[in-house]
């Protein structure tokens, strides 16, 4: 048997233990379709359905995104599958208040990496194994080699550019943005009931896709997602016009690691570096 067919079979009986014995009410995972360019998320309810489920290189979605829906929460209890990326996010829901752990049971799947050529993430994870999971499956894999040194590439080689070459490079990508605010729907942290884009009174963020309104609404993001984005990849996937995402988020992480020693995730007990104080902080960069 191969390993994504021992996999899926562990999959499917897990969700169906989970199921038949109404340990939970729904189990999201992933559906493995042959001829499809990626494996789709499937929400599971019933033992046989369970048959559905899967796990390949295909599997891209991170779907903590579901956690938080009110369609999903009145399902009642829920097992999701996760990566050990995707934990990542859930530890933040949690520690955000978002979700609780009791609401939610967690099927990790051990993953060395996603896409026929491994995405740029799956290169420099050290996540591999997920952690904090209630059942994990899968074969080990190994820890790529490197993956801390370059973690924070995208982000460096905007670095070594000069301030012109990195006004003129965001300049030019930011204008593709079409404001479909697809980076938004996918994110797992995006929660909030209101995106501030669509507040009118007053308007925080101009909607047109135009170059003013498009900088707002990526650097406003990005800022929303300091010291909480975990890297999953998603926005910079799904996005149409091909922007760069991933390099604005990578530049917020790694300036939360350099200074704070801090990467989002790693805990649902950690506390994040903008919502804590301590009377030993140097106060560097404040007026």
Request: hydrophobic share 35%; aromatic share 6%; charged share 25%.
């Amino acid at each position: 048997m191969s390993p994504e067919a021992s996999t899926a079979q562990s999959l499917a009986q897990t969700a169906a233990e989970m199921l038949s014995q109404g340990q939970v009410a729904l189990v999201i995972g992933y559906a493995p379709t042959e001829g499809k360019r990626l494996s789709p998320p499937v929400f599971v309810t019933t033992p046989e359905e369970a048959q559905r489920l899967g796990f390949d290189s295909r599997c891209f979605g991170n779907l903590s995104v579901y956690l938080w829906s009110p369609q999903v929460r009145q399902m009642g209890k829920t097992a999701v599958v996760v990566k050990g990326c995707d934990v990542r996010a859930v530890n933040v829901l949690l520690r955000e208040n978002v979700i609780k752990r009791e609401d939610i049971v967690l099927i990790g799947v051990r993953c060395g990496g996603v896409g026929d050529l491994p995405a740029h993430k799956c290169t420099v994870c050290d996540c591999r194994d997920p952690q904090g999971c209630d059942v994990v499956v899968g074969d080990a894999v190994d820890q790529p080699d490197g993956a801390a040194e370059g973690r924070y590439s995208a982000a460096e080689a905007l670095e070594e550019k000069s301030l012109d070459e990195r006004r003129e490079f965001w300049q030019r990508q930011l204008d593709k943005c079409i404001r479909c605010y697809a980076c938004r729907q996918v994110c797992p942290l995006c929660y909030c009931k209101r995106c501030i884009v669509e507040k009118s009174t007053p308007q925080w963020v101009e909607t047109s896709a135009h170059p003013r309104g498009n900088l707002s609404w990526n650097v406003v993001r990005a800022f929303h997602l300091a010291g909480r984005c975990v890297g999953c990849g998603e926005c910079e996937r799904v996005c149409p016009m091909n922007i760069p995402l991933g390099a604005i988020n990578q530049k917020m992480a790694k300036l939360m690691e350099d200074e704070y020693d801090f990467r989002s995730g790693m805990s649902p007990e950690e506390k994040a570096p903008f919502t804590t104080f301590s009377t030993d902080d140097t106060d560097e960069g404040i007026l």
